[in-house]
T-cell receptor, first 112, second 114 residues
Framework: DAGITQSPRHKVTETGTPVTLRCHQTENHRYMYWYRQDPGHGLRLIHYSYGVKDTDKGEVSDGYSVSRSKTEDFLLTLESATSSQTSVYFC???????????FGPGTRLLVL | GNSVTQMEGPVTLSEEAFLTINCTYTATGYPSLFWYVQYPGEGLQLLLKATKADDKGSNKGFEATYRKETTSFHLEKGSVQVSDSAVYFCALGPTNFGNEKLTFGTGTRLTIIP
């Protein structure tokens, strides 16, 4: 299994509070991704990174920011959490853009 | 833009039945195609992939063939088991620089009854 961990695995927070999710990899892969999974939508890309300090938006980036200061860590921040951001968040990594993506175990976030 | 249309679920089958989950795609260029599987409470795992037309991906008894002429990548298994119960996602790989992401279908929930 690819070495990907996500923390926390579960979180409950209140509307309006900032939340940061962490993805950590031990594979030294260049690309890292954040997705959210919601019923009826499959997985939707929030942001991705193609190197340290190099990030780009995905299809549902509003209300989210990311940072990657080290190869192994990719942080997702909800600047002011809303109930619509209640979801399961998955991190993924790949060595190159065209190659297989490997997924972490997910973080279940509930915004009350 | 790129898109994936996947068979609606849920699908319920008896053990040892034949499985087909349909997947068609729209893409510019020649993307790789993937099937991912998600077991309850877990993240997605790669099930199989194909990188060019006419390639057949296979794993754990599952197969899918990259059909460029019909833009399809249907997942098949000859005899399903209870342990195959999961959600299956078809995905389209990146096709060009600046579009460096997977495009997923909405997923098909499969339940196998003993």
């Amino acid at each position: 299994d690819a070495g990907i961990t996500q923390s926390p695995r579960h979180k409950v927070t209140e509307t309006g509070t900032p939340v940061t999710l962490r993805c950590h990899q031990t594979e030294n892969h260049r690309y890292m991704y954040w997705y959210r999974q919601d019923p009826g939508h499959g997985l939707r890309l929030i942001h991705y990174s193609y190197g340290v300090k190099d990030t780009d938006k995905g299809e549902v980036s509003d209300g989210y920011s990311v940072s990657r200061s080290k190869t192994e860590d990719f942080l997702l921040t909800l600047e002011s959490a809303t109930s619509s951001q209640t979801s399961v968040y998955f991190c993924a990594i790949s060595a190159q853009a065209q190659e297989t993506q490997y997924f972490g175990p997910g973080t279940r976030l509930l915004v009350l | 833009g790129n898109s994936v249309t996947q068979m609606e679920g849920p699908v319920t089958l008896s053990e040892e039945a034949f499985l087909t989950i349909n997947c068609t795609y729209t893409a510019t260029g020649y993307p790789s195609l993937f099937w991912y599987v998600q077991y309850p409470g877990e993240g997605l795992q790669l099930l199989l992939k194909a990188t060019k037309a006419d390639d057949k991906g296979s794993n754990k008894g599952f197969e899918a063939t990259y059909r460029k002429e019909t833009t399809s990548f249907h997942l098949e298994k000859g005899s399903v088991q209870v342990s195959d119960s999961a959600v299956y996602f078809c995905a389209l790989g990146p096709t060009n620089f600046g579009n460096e992401k997977l495009t997923f279908g909405t997923g098909t929930r499969l339940t196998i009854i003993p």
